[in-house]
């Protein structure tokens, strides 16, 4: 019975910690997705800004900002790095963390040895998860919401940050 109970559990666990945050698109919309990635913009005065990529050519990057909802046009010559998020986890790594602390306790005595060793995987899977940094340009372009650049008929002032992003 408690072998029953405990996989139970474990599959609850597991089935809850498969969700995504709200502003990662559906895999059955992605090629269709309206928005561009949320990026992190370093500048060499190390001044940072967040927001959404809206399109980068040789010259500059064209950036939502976050902070004012508003287009911000960075010169390329004065960015010293991006990185786009994905889907960084910002709450439940403290229970992933535990978990997997936890869970090596049906191993036995061979707890002292699963352990660590999922802790540290796991520590190291929840800080770097779902970030790129450093991208060369044109693969960057890949992660805006207008890959070839600004259209000619869309005025950057009336670009707006995606509904749950606000």
Excluded: W
């Excluded at 370093?42 to 990057?61: H, P, R």
């Excluded at 998860?129 to 890949?142: D, Q």
């Excluded at 259209?151 to 002032?157: G, Q």
């Amino acid at each position: 019975m408690n072998y029953k109970l405990s996989i139970v559990v474990c599959l609850v666990i597991f089935v809850g910690g498969c969700s995504v945050p709200n502003y990662i698109p559906k895999s059955s919309v992605i090629q269709n997705y309206p928005y561009g990635a949320l990026v992190h913009v370093t500048n060499k005065k190390l001044v940072t800004m967040d927001g959404e990529l809206i399109a980068i050519d040789s010259n500059q990057l064209i950036l939502l900002s976050a902070l004012t909802n508003k287009c911000i046009s960075i010169p390329v010559a004065q960015i010293a790095g991006v990185s786009i998020k994905f889907a960084k986890m910002e709450n439940g790594a403290g229970i992933i963390l535990a978990y997997s602390i936890l869970f090596p306790l049906s191993h036995g005595a061979f707890f002292l040895l699963s352990a660590p060793i999922n802790s540290i995987v796991s520590s190291v899977i929840l800080r770097q998860a779902y970030t790129f940094k450093n991208l060369p340009r044109e693969k960057l372009k890949m992660f805006a919401r207008f890959p070839q650049g600004i259209p000619p008929n869309v005025d950057i002032n009336r670009i707006s940050l995606p509904i749950g992003l606000k």
